[in-house]
């Protein structure tokens, strides 16, 4: 897809092609038929690090951190209320900062949630009566979700995800899903929650409650030596830039103004 940035004049223009996933936009960089990829500021990072800066940098440090957040239906306030008091008890032990540092995303720490009163045990929560957290994520976005070498799911929203299923007692069940079909899917009950690097937005928080786990932005991916010399998001008029289709990052591409 292809769209040009709002408020640019038609001289310098910031171009964007968005697709279906991270990885795809990162090949056009690497390709050379993109000058920059707009994304998660993880994701941004550990691909410069995967390079070993031999091929990729990400230039300046994250643009307007917003929260990840898990997702639970509007329709599954004991859900949400659970999920809550889970993340607290992660916190509270040790669990949620281990993952942040073992997968380099200890700049986005939050605070813990406020206790919630007469949180129901999940055996009286419907969505957990199997005794499963049936848990919606793209598996595509590393270091937050992805396949490793192995062929084996990993990554740090992975690890939260079971960390939450240890403390809410029920065996974790990923469910495999594109991004955009994430939401859709909470809201027929194919899924339980969500976790999967979703940034909070006034658009998704219509649509779904969300549990604040993450403060991350976005980063700018160049590639090595930053040929373009794009050093700030105004230094992506007149230029092309990659990301991904459905994500946040789009609509920060359309508010640049270009002059």
């Known amino acids: 897809m ?16 968005s697709f279906g996933s991270t990885p795809r936009a990162i090949s056009e960089l690497q390709r050379g038929w993109a000058d920059a990829v707009v994304g998660d500021y993880p994701v941004m990072s ?3 690090r995967e390079s070993m800066g031999s091929t990729l ?8 951190p917003s929260p990840f957040g898990i997702g639970v239906s509007k329709r599954a306030p ?33 605070e813990p949630p406020a206790a919630l009163p007469d949180v129901r045990p999940a055996a009286e929560i419907p969505q957990l009566k199997d005794g499963k957290l049936h848990v919606g994520m793209e598996l595509k976005f590393a270091p937050m979700e ?7 799911p990993a990554g740090a929203d992975l690890e939260l995800a079971q960390a939450l299923g ?21 809201d027929d009950g194919r899924v339980d929650v969500v976790v999967s690097a979703m940034t909070i937005t006034p658009e998704r928080s219509a649509r779904a409650d969300f549990v604040p786990y993450l403060l991350m932005g976005t980063g700018l991916l160049v590639k090595s030596g930053n040929p373009a010399k794009i050093h700030r998001l105004r ?3 007149a230029k092309t830039v990659a990301l991904q289709e459905g994500t946040a990052q789009l609509q920060l591409v359309r508010s640049i103004h270009c002059d």
């Not at 292809?2 to 092609?17: D, F, K, T, Y």
């Not at 240890?166 to 909470?186: I, N, R, T, Y």
Request: glycine letters at 4%; one cysteine or more.
């Open 2 to 17: 292809l769209l040009m940035a709002q408020g640019c004049i038609s001289a310098r223009p910031v171009v964007a092609h």
């Open 46 to 48: 550990y691909m410069a």
């Open 57 to 64: 940098e990400v230039v300046h440090e994250q643009f307007e």
């Open 78 to 110: 004991e859900l949400h209320a659970a999920v809550v008091d889970a993340l607290r008890k992660i916190m509270a032990d040790g669990t949620y900062m281990n993952v942040l540092r073992q997968w380099a995303l200890h700049i986005g720490k939050m």
């Open 146 to 152: 992805f396949y490793d070498e192995f062929k084996h």
């Open 166 to 186: 240890k403390a809410l007692g029920v065996q974790v069940e990923l469910v495999e899903l594109d991004f955009d079909s994430l939401l859709p899917a909470l």
């Open 235 to 237: 230094d992506l008029c």
